[in-house]
């Protein structure tokens, strides 16, 4: 202080003093501009949603999972606090959860979120009516990230995404009719011809059927047959389509009680089919299990042409 107020006293030191005071004011500024630079240090991180999977599907439920690909472009990892979905369909609300503690996005990287999701279709009947076994459903998604930024404090990242998903309706299993190519007591030989009603709005592939054919009480047929048959989608235009599938048989009567007996006099015999139909959608395999009960068959001798 006793420099400045000396160097202050005459003129030809007032070009020093100046310097001085302009380096001081310098120091000065440097300070809230650093403060700046730490503000403006962290970034709002960004999300997008990358994929939408559907993981399993039956005649109860669909098991969905929507990726959502987040970004951290900070150099310390983030929290991601909740994960809030929403699901609606044509205005109506059918599901909203949220997802505690999500997990936490590398620094200076990018993490991929799975949110699972699972649809049951008596829920989602219960809410919409309009809903019908075998039809298409679109789904709006709605996603809600909320993450905790450094500085920056709560972040909120809305997403959307509109899915389709189906409703899927029960084929009908039914034996149309029983070929026999030879009949003997010692050993027969058959084919099955199974009709397949196609109700959905949507194809089936017939990979692979599982099934326990019995006459009465006797069991007949125990096996899996390995046949690809498509089956096309209802429509109004066509009605409800029909898939028949040729089921190959050898069983030796004179092993089995009075329901082939029955047969062989004419009178016929009642019987039911139980087993599994494998088949591929538009949206992924399914398994459907089907069971059917019938009136009487009689021997029909195939045609030799």
């Not at 439920?61 to 990892?77: E, F, M, R």
């Not at 498509?230 to 429509?235: C, L, M, N, R």
């Not at 949206?283 to 459907?288: A, K, L, Q, S, T």
Request: net charge neutral; glycine share 8%; hydrophobic share 35%.
């Amino acid at each position: 202080m006793l420099l400045i107020s000396w160097l202050c006293l005459g003129s030809r030191y007032s070009v020093l003093l100046k310097g001085v005071a302009t380096c001081k004011f310098f120091a000065v500024r440097k300070k809230p501009t650093k403060r700046k630079e730490v503000g403006g240090f962290f970034r709002k991180p960004t999300a997008a949603v990358s994929g939408f999977h559907i993981l399993h599907i039956s005649l109860e439920k669909v098991d969905i999972v929507v990726d959502v690909l987040v970004t951290n472009p900070n150099p310390i990892p983030i929290p991601l606090v909740d994960i809030i979905y929403l699901i609606e369909s044509d205005g109506h609300k059918l599901i909203s959860r949220t997802i505690p503690d999500a997990g936490t996005v590398r620094a200076h990287g990018s993490e991929t979120i799975k949110i699972p999701i699972c649809l049951i279709y008596r829920d989602v009947k219960d809410t919409y009516d309009d809903i019908q076994p075998g039809e298409i459903i679109p789904y709006r998604v709605s996603v809600e990230l909320l993450i905790d930024v450094p500085i920056i404090g709560r972040v909120s990242l809305p997403l959307e995404k509109k899915v389709e998903t189906p409703a899927p309706y029960k084929p009908d299993v039914d034996l149309d009719k029983i070929e026999y190519d030879r009949f003997s007591l010692e050993e027969t030989t058959a084919s099955l011809h199974l009709k397949v009603e196609n109700k959905n709005k949507f194809d089936l592939g017939v990979n692979t059927l599982e099934y326990n054919f019995t006459l009465g009480d006797d069991n007949i047929a125990n096996a899996t047959l390995s046949e690809s048959t498509k089956i096309k989608a209802y429509s109004r235009n066509l009605g409800i389509i029909q898939g028949i599938l040729e089921v190959p048989i050898t069983f030796r009567p004179k092993d089995l009680g009075s329901a082939m007996w029955d047969i062989i006099r004419g009178r016929g015999a009642g019987y039911s089919m139980k087993g599994k139909l494998e088949v591929d959608t538009p949206f992924g395999p399914m398994n459907i299990p089907f069971s059917k009960e019938g009136g009487k068959e009689q021997v029909k001798e195939r045609s030799r042409n």
